[in-house]
């Protein structure tokens, strides 16, 4: 396993066990007066599986903490080095992921303030046309036509509520 | 009597061009969907569910099945031609789809996946009306002790299966998922559990957000932060051979293939991916040519089509019987049904005793349909492959958004939507796999109301949850799938020697 790897695990890990730590103290302030009845008690389900989630990700967690410790008496462990930090932060990749979630982000919380087609056809033409810089009257075609469709489909035929 | 039925509204619902032409158009649209690399069959099915909400429960449920079985034999058209699984369940698929493409068998690949989809499907659909009914029957002796141990084993089977590499990430998503379904009212007292005041959680997580979310929003983020895009090259070559004799060459892994895979869609939320995989296997494992495999083999094209058609007519079988589905886009349907107020269950054949066989007749006339549209379009059809992803992926995403919104117009889902789209982005990161998550999130209000309901009939006694037969079973079951994978037993022979 590589070190990245490892290094995802641990995380996801620890993000689980606060997750289900969270979920553990909340079913632990759960009432348990007789209202709701001795064993019909509301956090008893939410309790055991947050108990079994808690020791679920401990042992991903010491089982990760346990193969690091071999892969750095197996090899000379070096953390990363700046330039790897870097390429892995500043990475295309990276940086698509991030203007897409931002993208989205911005479209779904103009939905209801801006009318569907107008905010549908702007967010499909923007968001094709940076990650495809070609044919630009086509992208703009496309995404008036397909708001305008998705519109008339469900709204107008359909009759199903459009944000 | 029954298989008469089944055959009656067969012919039926050929002769009803009111249900016959959404059922077509369904059809086209799975085979699309399935075509599209980044698009998967759970994808179109929880896209149509909103767009079907509206019409007559036979008219939506007919269209979703067909969606269903369209998408799965679509994804076989790009693993053929460019490589890519259409759908997961045409990873397997790509393996001889692809040399004999590359071989200039293009067109033999191509109508030999249709030809071997469409018997699939029909070896599901035959099960859907034997072995449902038996399914049902059995599941009414099932008690809350069982239905509590079917939730644990369907998700730890789920998580084993598809995380085969490292179960326990399979076991994480699956207990996550059921433990995320704990927010909202508990069914049995009605106390609000983890809502912080907040009214819109009061009635829950809906299923349908949540499905679109974990399944569409991190293909769309993946495929939009990939920077580099498939070649297409669409090139077929000439038929040369005959596919009745095909099909008489391969008939004991088509029955083999199909059966196998039927079981493999009953075992909760595993899937095609995972039958077409163990066909696939099988069948090399049986073939007098093991060596072919790999280099184009008609037979593992055979058992990877043919099983993953077949896995979802089993698939279909558990949400009919127990409400437990056998695959991701099973779950979609299972929801679907509940939307449109038909509740399966055992109870299912005693309150709607024709369903089963109903939704048997769906799946054959939607079997059809595919393969005349698999044979007739496919390949006009292939130019649609064209279309730039950063072009098709955000039209996606405003399907997913307007889909999610029409089923309870509350902006709210669609928020949750993309919450668990980017949770769900995170968990492929991280390598958990999405099926036992949503399976547990779909089990979870079940194993909550069958495990309170066991213990106050038994004044907290847990004796019955290891004393009844059936408990019992699942329980040793459940014990002995997560064992497995630590558990090495010896193998003698030439290990030991070595």
């Not at chain 2, 698939?315 to 127990?322: M, S």
């Amino acid at each position: 396993m590589t070190t990245s790897n490892l290094k995802k695990d641990l995380i996801a890990g620890v993000a689980i066990l606060i997750v289900a730590s969270l979920f553990l103290i909340g079913a632990l302030l759960m009432p348990k007066d007789n209202i709701y009845g001795l064993y019909a008690y509301p956090g008893i389900t939410p309790l055991a599986l947050s108990l079994g989630l808690v020791v679920m990700a401990l042992v991903l967690i010491f089982r990760t903490v346990n193969k690091t410790v071999l892969e750095k008496k197996a090899t000379d462990f070096s953390p990363p080095s700046q330039s790897e930090e870097k390429n892995f932060l500043t990475s295309v990749e990276l940086k698509r992921l991030v203007v897409v979630i931002l993208f989205c982000l911005g479209y779904l919380l103009l939905l209801g303030k801006i009318h569907f087609v107008v905010l549908t056809s702007i967010f499909l033409a923007l968001l094709s046309f940076i990650f495809y810089r070609k044919q630009v009257l086509i992208i703009i075609a496309t995404s008036v036509g397909t708001s305008i469709l998705i519109y008339y489909v469900f709204n107008r035929i359909f009759l199903l509520p459009i944000p | 009597m029954n298989l008469l039925y089944y055959f009656t509204t067969v012919g039926e619902m050929f002769l009803d061009p009111i249900l016959l032409l959404p059922m077509l158009l369904a059809t086209f649209l799975g085979i699309v969907v399935g075509m599209l690399p980044g698009l998967t069959a759970t994808m179109g099915v929880a896209l149509l569910t909103g767009l079907t909400f509206g019409f007559p429960t036979s008219t939506a449920i007919a269209m979703l099945i067909c969606v269903y079985i369209g998408a799965i034999y679509g994804g076989s058209r790009t693993a053929i031609l460019l490589n890519i699984p259409g759908t997961p369940a045409n990873a397997a698929t790509t393996l001889d789809g692809f040399p004999l493409a590359r071989s200039g068998q293009a067109a033999e690949a191509l109508t030999v996946a249709t030809v071997m989809s469409g018997i699939g499907s029909i070896i599901g659909a035959i099960c859907i009306v034997t072995l449902a009914p038996l399914l049902g029957q059995m599941a009414l002796e099932f008690g809350s002790w069982e239905f509590s141990w079917l939730a644990i084993f369907g998700v730890t089977i789920c998580g084993t299966l598809t995380a085969p590499k490292d179960p326990l990430k399979g076991w994480i998503a699956g207990f996550l998922g059921l433990l995320i379904s704990q927010v909202g009212l508990d069914a049995i007292m009605a106390f609000p559990r983890y809502t912080f005041g907040n009214v819109e959680l009061y009635g829950g997580i809906a299923l349908l957000p949540v499905l679109v979310g974990v399944y569409g929003v991190p293909e769309i983020l993946t495929s939009l932060q990939r920077t580099e895009a498939p070649q297409v090259i669409l090139e077929y070559g000439k038929k040369t051979i005959s596919y009745i004799a095909t099909i008489g060459k391969n008939l004991v892994n088509i029955i083999r293939s199909g059966l196998v895979s039927v079981l493999v869609g009953v075992i909760p939320g595993v899937g095609e991916d995972v039958a077409a995989w163990i066909s696939y296997d099988l069948a090399r494992r049986g073939s007098k040519e093991p060596e072919k495999f790999g280099q184009g083999s008609l037979e593992g094209l055979t058992a990877a089509e043919c099983g993953n058609n077949a896995c979802v007519g089993g698939a279909i079988i558990p949400v009919l019987t127990l409400a437990v589905p056998g695959s991701a886009p099973a779950a979609v349907l299972l929801a679907a049904l509940w939307l449109h107020g038909v509740r399966p269950g055992p109870l299912l054949p005693i309150e709607n005793p024709t369903f089963i066989y109903e939704v048997a007749a769906m799946f054959t006339v939607g079997t059809v349909l595919m393969v005349v549209l698999g044979l007739l379009i496919t390949r006009p059809l292939l130019k649609i492959l064209l279309i730039p992803t950063p072009i098709l992926m955000p039209i996606v995403f405003s399907l997913c958004v307007v889909g999610t919104y029409a089923i309870s117009g509350r902006l709210f889902d669609v928020w949750v939507m993309f919450l668990f789209g980017v949770v769900g982005y995170f968990l492929r990161l991280g390598e958990f796999p999405a099926a036992p998550f949503v399976l547990g999130f779909i089990l979870g209000p079940m194993a909550d109301a069958n495990i309170r309901r066991s213990l106050i009939l038994t004044d907290g006694s847990i004796g019955p949850f290891f004393t009844r037969p059936i408990s019992l079973v699942l329980f040793l079951a459940t014990v002995l799938v997560m064992a497995s994978r630590y558990i090495k037993l010896p193998r003698g022979g030439k290990k030991h020697e070595q």
